[in-house]
């Protein structure tokens, strides 16, 4: 998950932001709680209430990304 937050910025101005998204941030933890990044399609919505969503799909096969330790 990425975050940031403008303050100030007054009617008709404009601010710039940028925001690091990398494989970790979208992968998720399997059954075993190994690190898997999913084939799909994603989001990436801006604000509460969605005033802005860029679209993305991620194609393949699952690839593991990082194994929880096994017993």
Same mark, same amino acid.
């Given at each position: ?12 101005? @404009?601010?710039?932001? @940028? ?15 190994? =690190? ?6 994603? @989001?990436?919505? =801006?604000?509460?209430? #969605? ?10 096969? #699952?690839?593991?990304?990082? @194994?929880?330790?096994?017993?």
């Amino acid at each position: 998950m990425a975050f940031t937050r403008f303050h100030a910025v007054a009617p008709g101005e @404009s601010a710039t932001a @940028s925001l690091d998204i990398n494989i970790g941030t979208i992968a998720r933890g399997d059954e075993k709680g190994d =690190l898997v990044l999913f084939p799909g399609k994603y @989001s990436i919505v =801006l604000d509460i209430d #969605d005033q802005d969503i860029w679209e993305f799909a991620i194609e393949g096969d #699952d690839e593991l990304l990082d @194994s929880w330790p096994a017993r």
